[in-house]
């Protein structure tokens, strides 16, 4: 950086409730100018953080975390709001945002970075088996216009863009998306990898100091007129991921209060419960979702037998014996204290039956505290929201370690070329 403690500044888009920004924060070395992010529990999570830990006043939090639909780019970045874009959004924005846009929200700030992941769903090789069109037709695979628009108007030196590693075999209208993003980030002047080297862009979050197998597509792109070397910006990532120590479950979790089931169901505050705390050490986000009995005595059978370790045809006949049904995908699955949780994912939202505690003696899925912290989220982070909610967010977030190692990476490599001028 030419100033001496002058932070780098970015761009968040497609912000949820800020798993990137809290990283890239976190090393003390940027400033954040703005978030983008359409769904209001997410927005309202970000805003939140912003004012209680990284030191924004409310009307400042509120005016940063920009509540609006990123399709709508050139009213995104212009302002002059449309009559159904103002219906929708101007009641969570100030005028300014409505009037101005994001080119009125940064002025004549310069912006080093723009970092975000589009929604994932329809790059995924999971979402595309289940869709009878292999997600070809979902308005999401496009969603990287957007990002390019936006790098296009603020000509950052570097964007990060995140994604699924099945954003590599995706095919839309016939033609890789790889190659779709290629082409349009070329087009306005930047380079990133080429779709045939993409492979080697990969990361495990794992290896990034993040207690879970979590694999995701990490492109960086540069602008050809600045001095940032590509492929320096990623060797330097590389060396990381050899010096950091694994993390696991028991690393992440153990230390948290322990629940018990109960031997009738019970009610707390009108709500249905199956499990209580043992001791007197509440916890924030650590309440566990009901269970009904089958699934207590599901889980301690599961956790019992080890069947963790069964191969895929008997975990899909354990799951079809005892429910009478045929599917064809396993429906259980535990966490081992001593390995890396699998992916985090949004589905939690709907059950924890493939996030099974590993302690038998609690028989029951992960909490939202526990996700959170196998996501990396700091201790002290508060997501808003039903417990619905803050399942989807936490899984649909980049893990804030992961991110951290990032920009620290990025900012290292930036500090030495400054130096060099």
């Not at 780098?8 to 976190?26: H, K, V, Y």
């Amino acid at each position: 950086m030419s100033e001496k403690n002058k932070k780098l500044t970015f761009i968040d888009l497609f912000a949820g409730c800020g798993g990137l920004s809290e990283g890239f924060l976190q090393t003390n070395q940027y400033d954040a100018l703005a978030h983008v992010e359409w769904e209001i529990p997410m927005v309202n999570t970000l805003r939140h953080r912003l004012n209680t830990k990284w030191n924004h006043d409310e009307d400042d939090a509120f005016k940063r975390v920009v509540h609006f639909d990123i399709q709508k780019t050139e009213e995104l970045i212009n302002g002059n709001w449309s009559e159904e874009s103002t219906k929708l959004y101007s009641s969570t924005n100030h005028n300014e945002i409505v009037k101005k846009g994001l080119r009125g929200l940064i002025g004549k700030q310069k912006v080093n970075l723009i970092i975000g992941g589009p929604p994932c769903q329809a790059y995924s090789i999971a979402g595309r088996a289940q869709d009878k069109n292999s997600m070809k037709d979902d308005y999401r695979n496009y969603l990287f216009e957007s990002f390019v628009k936006v790098v296009d108007e603020f000509k950052p030196d570097i964007f990060v863009f995140e994604n699924v590693p099945g954003l590599l075999s995706a095919e839309p209208g016939g033609k890789l998306v790889t190659e779709r993003i290629y082409e349009a980030f070329q087009a306005i002047g930047y380079e990133i990898r080429t779709p045939d080297l993409l492979k080697k862009s990969i990361y495990a979050a794992s290896d990034l100091g993040v207690p879970q197998k979590r694999n995701r597509v990490i492109i960086i792109g540069v602008d050809k007129n600045s001095k940032l070397e590509l492929e320096v910006l990623y060797s330097e990532i590389n060396q990381l991921t050899k010096k950091i120590k694994p993390v696991n479950v028991k690393d992440a979790i153990s230390h948290l209060p322990k629940y018990q089931p109960l031997e009738s169901q019970s009610k707390l505050n009108g709500k249905n419960i199956s499990h209580s705390l043992i001791g007197n050490k509440k916890v924030k986000h650590h309440e566990p979702r009901f269970h009904n009995d089958r699934d207590v005595s599901t889980f301690k059978h599961w956790l019992k037998n080890n069947l963790n370790r069964v191969t895929m045809e008997e975990k899909i006949g354990f799951y079809n014996q005892l429910m009478g049904k045929s599917s064809n995908h396993a429906k259980y699955r535990n966490l081992e204290w001593d390995k890396p949780s699998p992916t985090i994912v949004a589905h939690l939202y709907k059950d924890g039956l493939m996030f099974i505690h590993p302690d038998i003696e609690q028989s029951r899925s992960i909490t939202v505290k526990e996700a959170a912290l196998l996501q990396s989220f700091p201790h002290d982070f508060e997501f808003l929201g039903g417990q619905g909610f803050c399942f989807k967010m936490i899984g649909n977030a980049v893990p804030p370690e992961m991110a951290r190692n990032i920009a620290e990476s990025i900012s290292k490599i930036i500090s030495k070329n400054e130096r060099k001028k």
